[in-house]
């Protein structure tokens, strides 16, 4: 396959994974990045506030999102939202997970003897050999949308907002340190 083929095939796969991501109310297999979500069965966080100093701060999340980062996401929110409103100390005060199942969408290759949307390759030089992603091999009708079953993560906490760290208890988190701690996997 020609470079230009390659790269023409390329750009045919990963425009059907932008449009696949676009839409926010379906899962793609992939992490959850965190965002806002778009609606209310977005993908994202969402908070409402409950009280003057204390929010529910939700993140709806795919199953392929660690579940330790969806903790972190929220505390996160937590955290921005206390920083808007001027405190300077939250708590997590109440806790909820639940697990929804719910239909994904995943790109596949239509014959699949020929392996996945990127198979791999082992690619040699001098200091070793490793398996690389290429595209695969065909025509922009080999690529097709799956529906496949999975699980969302619905995670949700209640947070109180406070000026001193006594004022909300033992628990309290400083919200520049939390701020200041971003989990890796934000976008």
Not at 36 to 46: D, P, R, W
Not at 174 to 184: D, G, H, K, M
């Amino acid at each position: 396959m020609s470079l230009l083929s390659r790269t023409l095939h390329a750009s045919v796969v990963a425009s059907v994974l932008a449009v696949l991501s676009a839409c926010s109310t379906t899962s793609t297999l992939a992490p959850t990045p965190y965002q806002s979500a778009k609606s209310t069965e977005g993908y994202g966080f969402s908070s409402t506030q409950l009280s003057e100093n204390e929010y529910r701060v939700m993140f709806k999340a795919s199953e392929a999102t660690p579940a330790d980062l969806v903790q972190q996401y929220t505390v996160l929110r937590g955290a921005e939202l206390a920083q808007e409103h001027g405190y300077n100390w939250l708590a997590v005060v109440k806790t909820d997970i639940e697990r929804k199942t719910s239909v994904s969408k995943k790109v596949v290759k239509k014959d699949s003897n020929k392996g996945g949307v990127f198979p791999p390759e082992q690619q040699c030089t001098m200091s070793g050999c490793q398996e690389v992603a290429q595209p695969f091999h065909g025509t922009d009708g080999d690529v097709e949308v799956e529906e496949v079953p999975s699980k969302d993560v619905f995670y949700s906490v209640v947070i109180r907002m406070a000026n001193s760290q006594q004022a909300i208890g033992k628990n309290a988190l400083s919200v520049s340190q939390v701020l200041s701690e971003r989990p890796q996997g934000k976008s």
